[in-house]
């Protein structure tokens, strides 16, 4: 049996971490350890830290490397240091509370890499008002039979409609295959005033691309070609990955900002542990400036009234 890498001693920002199993291999195809992956976070730590700062935040973690199993963790294990920052959220399914990971700074990032946290999936809201999102979620999802092609045109689409609506939205690679728009909103509304605002989103866009985009919320109801533009990706707990974080792939893919003229061009493939930090330190964090451009929902919202959507937070009935 091989013997265990000793442990790096780490001090991030004033803060120790201590790394242990720094030279076990995380990403199969070209071998990169639980070190590149540190690596890889301190080098774009302004971007992460601004994808996740102040939100509760669902830790994607890979105990033995992407190729081991995965485990979705919401509560900060007992022992965590003193310095961590967490916030308190309620599941009322269970009736439950979790005190969640709620970073404020790189080192509770690289905490979170030293317990082999691989993803970061936060909330689209934050501390000070966990109920009220303050991001509205635009999740291009390509269904197994969907080209990329398609989500470029459908990118485009959606370009022009928030263009109509005056709203500034901030593209991202999702990381697998499919693309991801973030907008800034006002922290005013629950969480089902949110996605019925976004699934009047997605039925606007698939009025002007029918033939690239479904709204149906059933999956025996989509076309393997289509892609679906998920809304349900703004209720209450609902994740995905955040801006600059790895996703759990052999070859590190992370989930990347890009600029709406690249999304012609571009290939998520080409976005990993290894490319992104020299793409990072030339161009700087594309979602700068996100927390400035504010969009109201009250346009989408008169939509949902005008297509008869139901009331906030329900879920489309079983045919």
């Known amino acids: 049996m091989a ?43 302004e971007g992460i830290v601004r994808a996740l700062r102040e939100r509760p935040c669902m830790m994607h973690r890979f105990p033995e490397g992407v190729s081991g199993d995965k485990v979705h963790q919401k509560r900060v294990p007992q022992g965590a240091p003193p310095w961590l920052e967490t916030v308190r959220v309620h599941f009322p399914r269970y009736d439950r509370y979790a005190n969640e990971l709620c970073v404020t700074k790189i080192a509770e990032v690289i905490w979170a890499v030293q317990m082999s946290t691989v993803e970061f999936h936060p909330w689209n809201s934050r501390r000070a008002d966990t109920e009220r999102p303050d991001e509205w979620r635009i999740d291009l999802d390509p269904m197994p039979e969907c080209p990329f092609d398609r989500v470029r045109r459908v990118a485009g689409v959606a370009h022009e409609v928030l263009d109509e609506l005056g709203a500034t939205g901030w593209p991202k690679t999702s990381g697998g295959r499919g693309l991801h728009i973030y907008v800034r909103i006002p922290p005013e509304r629950p969480f089902g005033e949110v996605r019925r605002a976004a699934h009047a989103f997605a039925r606007e866009v698939e009025r002007r691309a029918p033939d690239d985009v479904t709204s149906e919320w059933w999956r025996r109801d989509r076309d393997p070609k289509d892609l679906f533009i998920d809304y349900n990706q703004n209720a209450r707990d ?57 969009f109201a929902l009250d346009p989408l919202l008169e939509w949902a009234d005008r297509d008869g959507l139901g009331p906030s937070g329900e879920r489309p009935k079983d045919r």
Not at 12 to 24: E, F, S
Not at 270 to 285: M, S, Y
């Open 238 to 294: 609902h994740t995905i990955a955040a801006a600059y974080s790895v996703r759990g792939f052999p070859d590190a893919r992370v989930s990347t900002p890009v600029r709406w003229d690249e999304i012609a061009d571009v290939d998520p493939r080409d976005f990993t542990i290894a490319t992104v930090p020299k793409r990072f330190a030339e161009l700087g964090d594309l979602h700068d400036g996100i927390d400035d451009a504010v």
């Open 3 to 45: 013997s265990k890498s000793p442990a790096v001693e780490l001090e991030v920002d004033g803060y120790p971490v201590r790394l242990t199993n720094p030279d076990r291999v995380y990403f199969p195809e070209r071998g990169e350890t639980k070190l590149d992956l540190v690596n890889y976070y301190l080098a774009v730590s």
